[in-house]
């Protein structure tokens, strides 16, 4: 049974969500904390959140695998993002309140960790790769939207609260400025956005961005006070219903942007 699913769509947008997994496998999981068990840093509802973005023509590429597991959004060099920070590993042992993950005694061993990217990571970045050359030599350029949520408030990783929309560019270095100036320009009314701050763009957006190349690849990190009660990790319809038609812009921005035809419009001072 594969570890992921695959949609295919018609456009050049193709939308990962590396967070939203939530499967355990039996013989994993009979070495986690109870407290690991409740798999409170899942990116959770994203795909609900993007459930339209099928009729849009977005190709989507969803895991079943709980970040727990391994993190699809890590490299499996073990390189950490962000020197200097508290960060998670591939195959974490902490979760983002640094609570253990295993059983004392009980983390995966480095056979185990290898087991597991071939398992769960390979497949799931080849489809990543395959998407992203289909839709290169059909379109002639390819966009990622690597998709995230997390809870507002995480001291591990940032004081206060976080923002709503967090954009990652890896420093404007994984897709055209011109897509991240189109996206910062929509409407977000009283939603707070900002770009390449606290997050920047983990792994997938790093490793496949390309825009010399025309491979263009950004991360949201949505705040997920947007759309749950944090507090009991359930989704809020209420909440939900406010901040999907902007995501819905989101998507239709990135499908509608040519970069190509943009990046030229623009050197050339044509309006």
């Not at 055209?176 to 792994?203: C, H, Q, W």
Request: glycine letters at 6%.
């Amino acid at each position: 049974m594969s570890s992921y699913s695959f949609h295919q769509g018609s456009t050049p947008l193709i939308i990962s969500m590396p967070h939203i997994g939530v499967n355990i496998p039996n013989d994993v999981s009979a070495l986690m904390t109870p407290q690991a068990l409740k798999r409170k840093d899942t990116d959770w509802y994203v795909d609900k959140l993007y459930s339209f973005a099928h009729e849009f023509g977005a190709n989507i590429i969803k895991p079943k695998i709980s970040r727990y597991v391994i993190d699809l959004n890590r490299g499996i060099d073990g390189v950490n993002l962000y020197p200097g920070a508290n960060s998670t590993e591939l195959c974490p042992t902490s979760t983002f309140d640094l609570s253990p993950i295993y059983l004392h005694g009980k983390p995966p061993s480095a056979e185990e960790i290898k087991r597991r990217i071939n398992e769960y990571w390979l497949p799931y970045h080849n489809e990543i790769k395959q998407a992203l050359a289909r839709a290169k030599a059909e379109f002639g350029y390819a966009i990622l939207l690597d998709a995230h949520s997390i809870l507002s408030e995480v001291p591990r990783f940032f004081e206060g609260k976080l923002p709503d929309f967090n954009w990652g560019t890896a420093n404007g270095c994984s897709c055209s400025p011109f897509i991240l100036d189109a996206l910062k320009n929509l409407n977000y009314t009283s939603y707070s956005v900002v770009s390449n701050e606290r997050f920047k763009g983990g792994y997938i957006t790093r490793e496949y961005g390309e825009p010399k190349n025309n491979i263009h690849a950004i991360q949201l990190e949505l705040s997920q006070r947007t759309y749950m009660n944090e507090g009991e990790l359930t989704f809020s319809e209420d909440l939900a219903e406010q901040v999907i038609p902007y995501l819905k812009n989101i998507v239709r921005e990135l499908i509608k942007f040519n970069p190509v035809v943009n990046s030229t419009i623009r050197s050339e001072g044509i309006k």
